[in-house]
């Protein structure tokens, strides 16, 4: 759990994030087998486990770039499964940071940061720079603004993924494996980004292999397996006493 300052006390708020009975199937392939979950407002919640087991598709169901087969996602107490829902309206309160940077190549790193803000948020030329400013600055990129994604590192890409989602304004951050294809010593700078928003209490869904990450962030460490959630708790009481003889198994290779 996070050291900086206590754990805000959600007791009787909606989650931010509520998964219910959700089902995800392929055809004949069940990916996701009935899965509750939650995160709460201000929450760091860190998922685990071996590749296939659901992780990812259980995230992208959480503002629906995948379709629940059945089962209910509510962001803010709103069911985005709902086909009354104004999904646009839900999406933007969600960011999202991908694996690959999702970068468009074309554009230099400021107008990858104002292209959504003047669509979608309708934002003036003069604002949507000024809130870019900002978040380049956070991710330590303030003097690469007019540099093209291709004369970046990977790591450098990635914070400026991250910027982009946080130029949206945001009230919660999904990363889906976010240091999963950068080089290791680029992992570093982006977990150090993603740390300052668990500090400044930015809500976060993180699928991740990043085990030192998790412990010293996390609020809650969910561990999934064949499109289950099989153990979840404290993240430094599941990596050190998991109870799971699966969860004991995985983290024997992992750690």
């Known amino acids: 759990m996070r050291s900086d300052g206590p754990h805000l006390d959600t007791s009787g708020a909606v989650p931010a994030i509520e998964v219910r009975d959700l089902h995800k199937r392929y055809g004949s392939n069940e990916v996701l087998k009935g899965i509750d979950f939650h995160v709460d407002a201000g929450q760091v919640v860190c998922v685990i486990g071996p590749s296939g087991s659901g992780k990812s598709t259980l995230l992208r169901c959480v503002n629906r770039l995948e379709e629940p087969t059945s089962g209910e996602v509510l962001i803010e107490g709103v069911d985005i499964c709902d086909p009354e829902v104004d999904l646009d309206a839900v ?4 960011g999202m940071v991908f694996q690959q940077f999702n970068l468009f190549p074309h554009l230099d790193v400021l107008k990858n940061l104002t292209l959504a803000q003047r669509s979608v948020r309708g934002r003036s030329k003069a604002e949507a ?3 870019a ?15 093209y994604p291709a004369h970046l590192s990977g790591g450098q890409q990635q914070r400026v993924a991250i910027a982009r989602a946080l130029s949206m304004e945001p009230d ?15 992992v570093g700078d982006v977990l150090a980004v993603m740390k300052d928003l668990a500090s400044d209490g930015m809500t976060m869904m993180v699928v991740t292999h990043e085990m030192g990450f998790a412990r010293e962030v996390g609020d809650k460490l969910v561990f999934m397996d064949g499109g289950v959630v099989v153990e979840e ?22 750690l």
């Open 129 to 131: 720079v000024e809130v």
């Open 233 to 254: 708790g404290v993240p430094s009481e599941v990596l050190s006493s998991p109870t799971h003889e699966r969860t004991q198994a995985f983290l024997s290779k992992v």
């Open 172 to 186: 919660m951050m999904l990363f889906d494996e976010p240091t999963s294809a950068l080089d290791p010593e680029l």
């Open 91 to 94: 999406r933007s309160r969600i």
């Open 133 to 147: 400013r900002r978040n380049l600055a956070k991710v330590g990129l303030a003097d690469r603004e007019s540099a």
